[in-house]
């Protein structure tokens, strides 16, 4: 087979370069079906099958809209935050978060295989207090032999991996859970997210 270079970017790079361009119309470059289930779940009322047109012009309104949210969004981000762990291999540290009562969930290239991660370390509630002391860490370590999951860097780079007990308890009954959700329109491109995270293996920041 012969290959061609146009000098032409591919599809994929066109739209990275035009959501690096203007990242506040962004979401003008994700196809219609993510665009159409955004809009109807931030409450649009739209006929069936409506013109991408009609969407756009329901989003425009939609993110013009004031952006203020209910005070309980900051409990239920502290919760949130209790399920992210710092993840400490043999080579390497990482962050990863239970997405169930036992699975923990992280990038391939942090735990890429299960004999490393038979031999790591997890912590999770490694952060700060007002003083700068880290009390609240709980420690406990993988058990890949129950479940590993795992897809390569250049594909979904992810992997899942099942967690020890913790007293005796499911790990996400003690530090709970964020359940992944795969309906479609959840995000857009150029929108802002709270990562939270162990930077570099520090305590937790967001």
């Given at each position: 087979m012969t290959i061609v270079d146009t000098g032409r970017p591919r599809p994929d790079e066109e739209r990275l370069i035009a959501v690096r361009a203007d990242p506040a119309q962004?979401?003008?470059t994700e196809p219609y079906e993510r665009k159409l289930q955004y809009a109807l779940r931030h409450g649009a009322t739209l006929p069936p099958r409506a013109s991408e047109a009609k969407v756009d012009t329901a989003l425009e309104r939609i993110f013009t809209d004031p952006d203020f949210l209910h005070s309980r969004w900051?409990?239920?981000?502290?919760?949130?935050?209790?399920?992210?762990?710092?993840?400490?291999?043999?080579?390497?540290?990482?962050?990863?978060?239970?997405?169930?009562?036992?699975?923990?969930?992280?990038?391939?290239?942090?735990?890429?295989?299960?004999?490393?991660?038979?031999?790591?370390?997890?912590?999770?509630?490694?952060?700060?207090?007002?003083?700068?002391?880290?009390?609240?860490?709980?420690?406990?370590?993988?058990?890949?032999?129950?479940c590993f999951l795992t897809s390569p860097v250049d594909e979904l780079d992810y992997t899942a991996v099942a967690v020890d007990a913790v007293k005796g308890k499911p790990p996400g009954t003690v530090f709970g859970?964020?359940?992944?959700?795969?309906?479609?329109?959840?995000?857009?491109?150029?929108?802002?997210v709270n990562i939270v995270q162990h930077p570099g293996g520090r305590s937790r920041e967001i």
């Open positions: 962004a979401w003008r900051l409990v239920d981000g502290a919760k949130r935050c209790d399920a992210v762990a710092r993840i400490v291999t043999p080579v390497e540290m990482g962050t990863g978060f239970l997405a169930s009562l036992w699975l923990l969930v992280t990038n391939n290239h942090v735990l890429p295989d299960a004999a490393t991660a038979a031999d790591t370390e997890v912590t999770f509630r490694f952060e700060e207090d007002a003083r700068g002391r880290t009390t609240r860490a709980v420690k406990v370590r993988l058990d890949p032999g129950r859970s964020i359940p992944m959700v795969g309906a479609t329109g959840k995000i857009l491109s150029g929108h802002p």
